[in-house]
């Protein structure tokens, strides 16, 4: 992307009613991070039966490594899928952002090679609405 930078000056109004310039500092801009979705606290790969029924809702957020707080994003719907090895693939869309009984029940029943697959999340987020793509779980 392009480089931005802002200058930040400071002054102070002194007693005399003046103001006195104490310097300014140029500072870089960085754009927000793309925000990551995560099932739990998995952002994909494997994931176990034990930690599967853990969960209960899909999240999306900037991430452990994003240095500001208070930029929240909400997820208030998604799609979400069960491609079994065998047999036939489960597909539904969520509202809101809890995994939802049907789900729930679909989870129980994976198996070892199974995938789960969350997609097509919209959040609504510190600029408005966006859509992710999500992540693609193999049941270990």
């Not at 003046?18 to 927000?32: A, D, E, F, H, L």
């Not at 793309?34 to 952002?43: A, I």
Request: glycine content about 14%.
């Amino acid at each position: 992307g392009t480089k931005r930078e802002i200058t930040v000056g400071v002054s102070v109004k002194m007693s005399d009613g003046g103001t006195k310039s104490m310097g300014q500092m140029v500072y870089r801009v960085r754009p927000i991070p793309h925000p990551e979705v995560l099932f739990g606290t998995k952002s994909g790969g494997a994931i176990s039966r034990g930690e599967i029924a853990t969960v209960s809702q899909v999240n999306a957020g900037l991430g452990e490594g994003f240095a500001f707080e208070g930029l929240k994003y909400t997820v208030t719907s998604y799609t979400f899928a069960v491609a079994p090895k065998s047999g036939p693939s489960y597909i539904t869309q969520v509202t809101g952002n809890r995994i939802c009984p049907d789900c729930r029940s679909r989870l129980t029943s994976v198996h070892t090679g199974d995938l789960i697959i969350i997609a097509n999340v919209n959040a609504q987020g510190p600029s408005g609405k966006v859509i992710l793509s999500g992540p693609t779980l193999t049941v270990k």
